[in-house]
Each structure stands twice: as structure tokens, then as C-alpha cells.
T-cell receptor
Framework: ETGVTQTPRHLVMGMTNKKSLKCEQH?????MYWYKQSAKKPLELMFV???????ENNSVPSRFSPECPNSSHLFLHLHTLQPEDSALYLC?????????????FGPGTRLTVL | RKEVEQDPGPFNVPEGATVAFNCTYS??????FFWYRQDCRKEPKLLMS???SGNEDGRFTAQLNRASQYISLLIRDSKLSDSATYLC????????????FGAGTRLFVKA
């Protein structure tokens, strides 16, 4: 399935590195999301973009910086991360940001911060 | 109290068994509810939406109990391929639109 793609699939970075995660959706959706999934914890919604505008930022540290150049692409720029930021980062999209809209997830980027 | 709570399990059941999971939510103004399935090291995928009237999709039945603030998922005639983590998702509009995932219930179906 290639509805929502994410690159890279795996990333190892040092605390002083700068890297970016990329998400692309081919579903014609208007809302895109970044989630963090740590071991044995629920998915945590980080950011929401609706029609390219950021509509939600759930108290995410500034070392995570999202960018949404258009409705099909979403980036998460990373800098000066901490080891506790190691997790699976999932991108999702939905037609709209609404209570009945189904979110479709990408395969995720497994991030390890050394 | 967590906004969405699930029994983490694991539930270990033999093939052919019927198994049920519950998920409780704390916000009485919650508007919509879903069950997602997540296989090991894979992304979550929508299993089914949950409606007040209940809904059924093959061997899967989902129910919503607003009075007691929980949703349930029933799996009949379990298959080995049903082994996964089942995530409960709740949306509400209190203090802005929010999507809350439960931590998931792990199911192992054994031959």
C-alpha cells in the first residue's frame, strides 16, 4: 500500500545532528498529522495541518519543527534531540480534520537518538 | 485518570475462540470512536468505526455505551492472523478538537 509514504524508514542521529523526516500522501487528503509512538505508550499527536495551515501543536518542544509546503507533503525537522526522543514517528492523513474522518497512517520512521 | 484506558493484556486465546476488549473514556462529550489494529512494527490501520447503534463487519462487532462511557470490540472465531494490538481512538471537542489514542490491547491467537 502506498497511500501514505514516509522516508527514511530508519534514522540514527546524534544529539547535535539536524535531520528531517518526510511524509507524502497520495490520497487527495487535506489534513496531515505527526504522531510519536514510544514503547508501551499511546500514540501522541504532535502536530496537525489542515489545508497547509498548522491547527494544532500539542506542546511539542521546539526541537521538533514541522513544515507543510502543500497538502500532499509534510516534514518534521529535527535538531538537538535528546535520547528520550527515540521513538517511532508516524505520519497520517485524512480527508478533513473532523470527528468522523478516518486517518490513514504511513509506515513510520524509527528514530534512534544517540 | 487517563482520558482513554485499555487493558494492555496480553489476551492469549486459542483459534476459534471469542474474545472481547473494552475501552473506557473519561470525557462525556466525546463525539466519535474507532478501533484501529496495529501489527508488530507496523502502522495502525482502521479496523472499524463505532456507532451508538453498534456495527458489525464479519467476525468483528463494535459497540458504544455512552451511559457507561466505554466502547467494546468483539472478535468471533479468532484466527491466527487476528494477533495484533487493538487501539481504541476517541475524538472530542472539549478545549479544541482532540484525538486520543488508547495504549492498546495485545491479542495473541494460538493454534
Amino acid at each position: 500500500e502506498t497511500g501514505v509514504t514516509q522516508t527514511p524508514r530508519h534514522l540514527v542521529m546524534g544529539m547535535t545532528n539536524k535531520k528531517s523526516l518526510k511524509c507524502e500522501q497520495h490520497l487527495g487528503h487535506n489534513a496531515m498529522y505527526w504522531y510519536k509512538q514510544s514503547a508501551k505508550k499511546p500514540l501522541e499527536l504532535m502536530f496537525v495541518y489542515n489545508f497547509k495551515e498548522q491547527t494544532e501543536n500539542n506542546s511539542v518542544p521546539s526541537r521538533f519543527s514541522p513544515e507543510c509546503p502543500n497538502s500532499s507533503h509534510l516534514f518534521l525537522h529535527l535538531h538537538t534531540l535528546q535520547p528520550e526522543d527515540s521513538a517511532l514517528y508516524l505520519c497520517a492523513s485524512s480527508y478533513l480534520r473532523g470527528p468522523t474522518d478516518t486517518q490513514y497512517f504511513g509506515p513510520g520512521t524509527r528514530l534512534t537518538v544517540l | 485518570r487517563k482520558e482513554v484506558e485499555q487493558d494492555p493484556g496480553p489476551f492469549n486465546v486459542p483459534e476459534g475462540a471469542t474474545v472481547a476488549f473494552n475501552c473506557t473514556y473519561s470525557n462525556s462529550a466525546s463525539q466519535s470512536f474507532f478501533w484501529y489494529r496495529q501489527d508488530c512494527r507496523k502502522e495502525p490501520k482502521l479496523l472499524m468505526s463505532v456507532y451508538s447503534s453498534g456495527n458489525e463487519d464479519g467476525r468483528f462487532t463494535a459497540q458504544l455505551n455512552r451511559a457507561s462511557q466505554y466502547i467494546s470490540l468483539l472478535i468471533r472465531d479468532s484466527k491466527l492472523s487476528d494477533s495484533a494490538t487493538y487501539l481504541c481512538v476517541v475524538n472530542h471537542l472539549t478545549g479544541g478538537f482532540k484525538t486520543i489514542f488508547g495504549a492498546g490491547t495485545r491479542l495473541f491467537v494460538k493454534a
